[in-house]
C-alpha cells in the first residue's frame, strides 16, 4: 500500500504545472503547449524549457522559463498561512511570453491600455490596465464584487494602483505593473518582505493585514495574490490565469 501512495502523490505532483495549464489558462492566446514548446494563436512559438543553470534559488528566479512559471503550485483559496521558505507561486516568469502577449516594449503595451472604473469609499477612480484577455473587464468585474463588501474590508482596496512601467526593485526583470495585468492595494498599509530583508534567499518572517475575503475574489478572476509568497506583497495581485486554470488545480490535488 505504502509504494502506490508515494506513486500517487508523484503522479500527483508531476500533473501541477503541466503545460496545458496555459491552454487552459489563456484560450484565445495560446493556441497549443506540450513540454518541448508553446505556441500562441499568432504562431509566436516558445521552447517549453532553456538550458540555462537553475542550480541555486537566484539562478531559478533570473533563469526561469516555461516550466520553473508552473513548478511552484498556487494554493487558490487557501486561508492565510505563512508560505513555505522560498514558495513564491507566480515569482518565477519568463518575461518574453509576458511580452508577446501584452507588447514588446512601452509604446506597444501602451497601444492595449485602457480605463476602468473601480469604486472607493467615496466614489471610484480610474485605472489604466490592459485590454487583453479580458484584463480589464475582469478587474472590473472585481471592483464591482469587492465594492459590496463591509467597510472594514473595503477599506483595503483603497489607494489602488495599477500600470506603470518599471523593473522590479533592485532587479532588471520587468515588474508586472509594466504589463497592466497587476494591482496594488492600500499601498500604505500592507506589508512587503524587501522592508525586512533585501536578499532573496534571507530568513523572512510573514506579515499581512490584506482580508481573505479580497483575496478570494481576485482569485476567482484568475488573479494570485503576492500574501501566498514566502516573498510577500500583500497590497500585490496579478493576472496569472495558468497558476489558477480549472483542471490543473483540480488534478493537483
Ligand atoms: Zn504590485
Redesign the pocket.
Known amino acids: 500500500m505504502r509504494i502506490i501512495a508515494i506513486a500517487g502523490a508523484a503522479f500527483c505532483t508531476l500533473l501541477w504545472g503541466n503545460p496545458q495549464c496555459y491552454v487552459e489558462g489563456y484560450p484565445g492566446l495560446v493556441a497549443s503547449a506540450d513540454e518541448s514548446a508553446l505556441t500562441l494563436t499568432d504562431s509566436t512559438r516558445f521552447p517549453y524549457k532553456n538550458t540555462l543553470p537553475k542550480n541555486s534559488w537566484d539562478e531559478t528566479i533570473d533563469h526561469a522559463d516555461l516550466a520553473t512559471q508552473l513548478s511552484q503550485r498556487y494554493d487558490a483559496g487557501g486561508s492565510v498561512t505563512p508560505p513555505p521558505y522560498l514558495h513564491s507561486p507566480g515569482r518565477l516568469r519568463y518575461q518574453p511570453f509576458f511580452q508577446a502577449l501584452y507588447g514588446k516594449n512601452k509604446k506597444e503595451i501602451e497601444k492595449n491600455i485602457v480605463t476602468i472604473e473601480w469604486p472607493t469609499l467615496k466614489g471610484s477612480v480610474k485605472l489604466p490596465v490592459t485590454k487583453i484577455a479580458g484584463v480589464d473587464k475582469k478587474l472590473y468585474a472585481i471592483g464591482q464584487e469587492i465594492s459590496k463588501l463591509p467597510k472594514k474590508e473595503r477599506i483595503w482596496a483603497e489607494g489602488a494602483t495599477t500600470y506603470a512601467y518599471r523593473v522590479i526593485k533592485d532587479t532588471d526583470r520587468l515588474?508586472?505593473?509594466s504589463f497592466g495585468i497587476?494591482?496594488?492595494l492600500a499601498p500604505a498599509t500592507t506589508q512587503y518582505w524587501k522592508d525586512e530583508a533585501s536578499a532573496e534567499t534571507a530568513k523572512i518572517g510573514y506579515k499581512n493585514t490584506m482580508p481573505l475575503s479580497i483575496v478570494r475574489i481576485f482569485e476567482k478572476h484568475g488573479f494570485v495574490w503576492?500574501g501566498r509568497w514566502y516573498h510577500y506583497?500583500t497590497?500585490?495581485f496579478?493576472y496569472r490565469p495558468e497558476l489558477l486554470a480549472p483542471s490543473c488545480v483540480v488534478q493537483a490535488r
Open positions: 515588474s508586472m505593473h497587476a494591482i496594488d503576492g506583497d497590497m500585490h496579478e
